[in-house]
């Protein structure tokens, strides 16, 4: 039984029983799962916005004039860990009932124990890694979480169909940094598929290319034989173009876009950069895993080893709902999903900090690129349900930060015995931190202004990149300054 099943089931009780923590997440659910009109609105408001008139574009822009970005990356990359991983048995541990016997859990520092059977190459890793252990969620449910996760504010339905995800945002912003040399899009992600956002008020060419990690491996060529058809195919499409072109008269910018799309596509399967990158050895899939996050990590690592234009990458790892079995073996379950997590993070750092930078001073590419692993909320701490899992649960949770400034070694933040509640927010606001909060980090590190405003929406409603006041509760509209320092 799901999360959102949950609400719709009553039980009489015979004798009181003390308040759970997952009691506390079952009632949330009730006010927190969307309604069928909110989805047919947001449905409408998309395919509304995508044959918007671009005479919307470019928006202006105001900023707020108080963030000092820090400029300590030229990359980044979000590893998504879709469906909530269970906080209290990975990065901040706590010993339960439910704990399996052989997970061997180790000490890597004062403050951190980790399961060396979930991770045995993180776990020699961690000194490059910031913890932060007292994240809280403004949602609860996996289609409004996975949306606050790319999008980095919680879903509006009314404003949705113009709100484009952070990757957009970042090309955007850095659209005027490209060189002439730079092929390859500014944002990529990977493993998406059908749920990947949309640009919203911005202009389409800061669309994300999103790739199948195991379906585009090594499957483009711009050799020989490929590269004549595509040079050939190529020019019979502007022949055609010219034929076509007093019928398109009048029918807007959309067509320019299209265009737009139409050489991009051609510079980059032109580039033979493009196919190396694509290019995945079995040596390095023995290493970083035949997963899903696994070949995304190494994609993103050839992304930014090849250096052609792509700044941010975000890598989907899906599969963390764990509400029954979470200690299944051999497949699924706890154990498979946290050694492919591991394997690919682990790699993905290593591979980055033994790569010196191509720009002098600077040192390795981990030191340019800031990599976080992120998921939507955390998992009910204590003992496990009566179906062996963990249901949702949104007051505290984990996320990762490494590179592109980040001192690394450190935990920051601290929660009670059991992890359910914050005891130490280890940063100097009062508010525990939120998913806001990641990306006016990797705003920062980028070089971004996160206080930045858009004005001249759509809908006329200012657009912050940080908005503090974006949900039911506010946030604080500031990077994790005790990452950097």
């Avoid at 439910?98 to 980790?114: A, H, K, S, W």
């Avoid at 590419?365 to 701490?381: I, Q, S």
């Avoid at 899992?389 to 980040?406: D, I, M, P, W």
């Avoid at 503090?468 to 994790?480: K, V």
């Amino acid at each position: 039984m799901g999360a959102a099943e949950q609400p719709r089931v009553h039980f009489q009780l015979l004798g009181k029983r003390e308040r759970t923590a997952e009691d506390v997440m079952i009632k949330r659910v009730r006010d927190l799962i969307p309604a069928r009109r909110d989805v047919l609105k947001l449905g409408s408001l998309s395919l509304l916005g995508a044959f918007a008139d671009t005479a919307l574009w470019p928006p202006k822009l105001r900023a707020a004039g108080r963030s000092n970005p820090r400029g300590t990356a030229r990359f980044a990359i979000v590893v998504e860990a879709a469906g909530a991983i269970s906080h209290v048995d990975t990065f901040d541990f706590k010993e339960n009932e439910g704990t399996p016997d052989d997970i061997d859990v180790r000490q890597i520092n004062n403050e951190l124990y980790l399961s060396h059977r979930l991770f045995p190459e993180l776990s020699t890793e961690m000194d490059k890694v910031d913890v932060v252990r007292t994240f809280k969620s403004h949602e609860v449910v996996h289609f409004r979480g996975e949306y606050y996760t790319r999008a980095g504010r919680p879903l509006n339905p009314a404003q949705a169909a113009e709100i484009p995800p952070v990757g957009s945002i970042i090309a955007s912003e850095l659209e005027s940094a490209r060189r002439e040399s730079d092929t390859f899009p500014t944002y990529i992600s990977c493993n998406l598929g059908s749920s990947a956002l949309p640009t919203g008020f911005l202009h389409p060419r800061f669309s994300g290319l999103d790739i199948n990690a195991k379906a585009g491996a090594g499957s483009v060529s711009a050799e020989g034989d490929a590269l004549a058809a595509l040079e050939e195919r190529f020019r019979l499409l502007k022949e055609l173009d010219e034929v076509m072109s007093e019928g398109r008269k009048g029918r807007g910018r959309n067509i320019e876009s299209f265009h737009d799309f139409q050489e991009d596509a051609y510079r980059i399967l032109g580039d033979t950069r493009w196919p190396t990158a694509l290019t995945m050895a079995d040596a390095d899939k023995e290493r970083y895993g035949d997963s899903s996050v696994g070949l995304g990590c190494l994609l993103a690592r050839n992304l930014v080893q090849a250096d052609a234009g792509t700044r941010f990458i975000h890598v989907k790892h899906a599969g963390w709902d764990h509400h029954k079995n979470i200690f299944t073996k051999p497949d699924g379950g706890h154990y498979q999903h946290c050694n492919d997590l591991d394997r690919g993070v682990a790699n993905l750092l290593r591979d980055l900090a033994a790569t010196p930078s191509p720009r002098e001073g600077v040192g390795t590419l981990l030191d340019e690129t800031m990599v976080v692993v992120a998921t939507e909320f955390g998992r009910v701490p204590g003992p496990l349900n009566g179906v062996a899992g963990r249901h949702h649960y949104n007051q505290t949770y984990v996320g990762l930060f490494a590179g592109g400034g980040v001192q690394g070694g450190r935990i920051i933040g601290k929660t009670d015995a059991t992890g359910e509640h914050c005891v130490e927010t280890g940063w100097k606001y009062g508010m525990q931190i939120k998913t806001e909060n990641i990306y006016a980090s990797v705003y920062s590190a980028l070089g971004i202004d996160w206080r930045k405003e858009i004005k001249d929406t759509p809908s006329r409603r200012v657009y912050r990149y940080v908005d503090p006041l974006g949900a039911t509760e506010p946030c604080i509209d500031d990077e994790i300054k005790e990452l950097f320092v």
